[in-house]
């Protein structure tokens, strides 16, 4: 019993720095103020925001030429699945996110099922009236 004490112990001993790692990363990220937090101050932040920009255009540009429906993010990851081609949906919820807090969408309330079998809220363009040619 001593000896499985002892490995128990030592298997604490080296796992517990992992443990407290995780414990702090899950604690801080609340308080991320960049969606650019795997990018340490880099020369390729400019490069990074003007992507995000152009996603965040070609996804408002989709909500404009679909305005007769309201869409998750799902709906626009399959509907630009050839305009923007390897764009994870974490991107497309990223642009959204960023658009509904510019007032360019909102959020219905209602929800759908996703991508990956869980519930997704639904936006639709905040004026029909926006126009935006890329």
Do not use: C
């Not at 019993?1 to 702090?24: G, N, S, V, W």
């Not at 429906?69 to 990851?77: E, K, M, R």
């Amino acid at each position: 019993m001593k000896k499985q004490d002892d490995l128990f112990e030592r298997m604490a001993d080296i796992t517990r720095p992992f443990m407290q790692d995780l414990y702090d990363y899950k604690h801080e990220k609340d308080k991320m103020k960049s969606y650019h937090n795997t990018v340490p101050e880099s020369s390729h932040l400019p490069e990074y925001e003007r992507k995000a920009r152009t996603q965040d255009e070609i996804i408002l540009q989709y909500f404009i030429d679909n305005a007769e429906f309201n869409h998750s993010p799902s709906d626009v990851y399959y509907g630009l699945s050839f305009n923007i081609k390897g764009t994870p949906i974490t991107s497309i919820r990223r642009a959204i996110t960023n658009l509904t807090n510019s007032g360019n969408l909102t959020k219905t309330g209602m929800q759908t099922m996703g991508m990956h079998g869980r519930s997704e809220n639904i936006w639709k363009l905040a004026s029909p009236q926006l126009k935006l040619k890329l």
